[in-house]
């Protein structure tokens, strides 16, 4: 089963030092890139990422990446 793609393109987000992030795996949450749940009944499970240090992350959400959660340039071959 292949993730539905979200968007081609990654999600830039400032995540918080101190915080903990849960990036959807599956391409099927709301709340992209993040897990609001919607994987339920697939085999997909979001990946979390504790941040130590506050910047900006660009979050994969053609859920293609090599790299995991971290947008590769997967996206522009789709
Ligand atoms: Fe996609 Fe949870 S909604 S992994
Ligand atoms: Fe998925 Fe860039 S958005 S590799």
Redesign the pocket.
């Known amino acids: 089963m292949k993730p539905t793609i979200a968007?081609?393109?990654?999600?830039p987000i400032n995540v918080e030092a101190g915080k903990t992030y849960y990036w959807c795996s599956c391409g099927k949450s709301k709340s992209q890139p993040f897990c609001d749940g919607s994987h339920q009944g697939t085999e997909f499970t979001p990946k979390q990422l504790v941040v130590n240090e506050s910047k900006t992350i660009?979050?994969?959400?053609?859920?293609?990446?090599k790299?995991g959660m971290f947008?590769?340039?997967?996206?522009?071959a789709l």
């Open positions: 968007q081609k393109a990654p999600y660009y979050f994969c959400g053609c859920k293609q990446s790299n947008c590769d340039g997967s996206h522009n």
